[in-house]
């Protein structure tokens, strides 16, 4: 850690000089909430948009498809914060529910791009996640599907663009009723005393 001197006097008067440490960076962990309003589903094949629960929450049903070719999906796209360290890759989280306790697992295929300024925005995904998340032991109590670590930004890259498709036909999706998509957050790692932007 690099350090400066600055002038200080003892008790007695006496002038000396005393290094003082330069912090270079101050990491901390900070998220970005997407909710349900913002998720669009333009593609073939799309989930419904519901009202969920008393208060009618906006959340997106999908359903139990047996054939892969039904399988349904949304997408949206995300700025990148200004303060993220490009350097650390982030992590999507996505709550869900589903009406059974307990009824079995669920599994996402997460593809996304990250773009720059003129860059092409038809470009496929650089990337494809798929894993499989537990139904809650509450029936329609909210559950968490995190995506691991994702592939880190270029330092270029403004904002990033994802497809969610429930991967309803494979053997470890195994709940054969629908599932709600309650919400999505994008956490990553802020350097506080990073460039000014």
């Given amino acids: 850690m690099p350090n400066s001197k600055t002038i200080v006097y003892d008790d007695d008067g006496y002038q000396f000089e005393k290094p003082v440490n330069l912090a270079t960076g101050a990491k901390v962990s900070k998220a970005v909430q997407i909710n349900p ?57 996505i709550g869900w529910a589903t009406a059974g306790a307990g009824a079995g697992n669920v599994e996402f295929e997460l593809t996304y791009v990250y773009r720059a300024l003129n860059e092409d925005m038809t470009a496929g995904a650089q990337d494809t996640i798929t894993t499989t ?26 904002s990033l663009h994802l497809k969610l498709k429930r991967k309803s036909s494979t053997a470890n999706d195994t709940i054969a009723a629908v599932i709600t998509l309650l919400g999505m957050t994008f956490h990553y790692t802020s350097n506080k005393l990073g460039t000014i932007t």
């Fill in 37 to 93: 309003g913002a998720i669009k589903a333009p593609g073939s094949k799309p989930p419904d948009e519901v009202s969920y629960g008393a208060l009618e929450l906006p959340a997106w049903e999908f359903g139990d498809e047996a054939v892969e070719g039904n399988e349904e999906s949304i997408s949206c796209s995300i700025k990148l914060p200004n303060d993220m360290d490009k350097t650390v890759a982030p992590i999507l989280n």
């Fill in 133 to 158: 998340s537990a139904a809650s032991a509450t029936a329609k109590g909210k559950n968490n599907w995190s995506s691991g670590n994702m592939e880190a930004p270029d330092t270029t890259d403004g």
